[in-house]
T-cell receptor, first 113, second 113 residues
């Protein structure tokens, strides 16, 4: 399985600011995904970020709020824009090398004050 | 819409006390049912994939089984290090090579020594 790292591992931010989360993989992968995990809730898919195409967002998530970049086959970023306390959550990236199994990064714990 | 329900929400066992976790699902065109383990502060760790009713997979003290409506994760003679949240997810197709994972809320397992 791929080795996935995320930066930062955690952050505390002020309301109205933006945070960019980085996801780095040690091998080339076609499919990358961004999830949100809120306390007591299931992992929720924000968007799918395939290299060479625009990210595909799930219902309830919009590009203006969660812009995503996918410049190459080993890297992606998720930005949480104009943050509010409701954005406090764990954000996870995952990858799928062979269209079979998703492997997850360690997550970014975000607290918005 | 795909749905995944896990029960119980929390389970406390004594070391050596075997039990089972349940994952009930409804999905349009199942393309795999996945079990993950998640430790506090970490991303989900892949355990098993099951594709068809009657299939079983084993790993150490864990055995996963699948029917047309639910999956069970059996834990035999658990140890304290098996304490974690266990997540279940179903994969459904979205056209081409694209797919979506839908997760349950998880079962928090605590094994006391």
């Amino acid at each position: 399985s791929a080795v996935i790292s995320q930066k930062p591992s955690r952050d505390i931010c002020q309301r109205g600011t933006s945070l960019t989360i980085q996801c780095q993989v040690d091998s080339q992968v076609t499919m990358m995904f961004w999830y949100r995990q809120q306390p007591g809730q299931s992992l929720t898919l924000i968007a799918t970020a395939n290299q060479g195409s625009e990210a595909t967002y799930e219902s309830g998530f919009v590009i203006d709020k969660f812009p995503i970049s996918r410049p190459n086959l080993t890297f992606s970023t998720l930005t949480v824009s104009n943050m509010s306390p409701e954005d406090s959550s764990i954000y996870l990236c995952s990858v799928d090398s062979f269209g079979d199994t998703q492997y997850f990064g360690p997550g970014t714990r975000l607290t918005v004050l | 819409e795909d749905q995944v329900t896990q029960s119980p929400e929390a389970l406390r066992l004594q070391e050596g006390e075997s039990s089972s976790l349940n994952c009930s699902y409804t999905v349009s065109g199942l393309r795999g049912l996945f079990w993950y383990r998640q430790d506090p502060g970490k991303g989900p760790e892949f355990l098993f994939t099951l594709y068809s009713a009657g299939e079983e997979k084993e790993k150490e003290r864990l055995k996963a089984t699948l029917t047309k409506k639910e999956s069970f994760l059996h834990i035999t003679a658990p140890k304290p290090e098996d304490s974690a949240t266990y997540l279940c997810a179903v994969r459904s197709p979205r056209g081409g090579s694209n797919y979506k994972l839908t997760f349950g809320k998880g079962t928090l397992l605590t094994v006391n020594p």
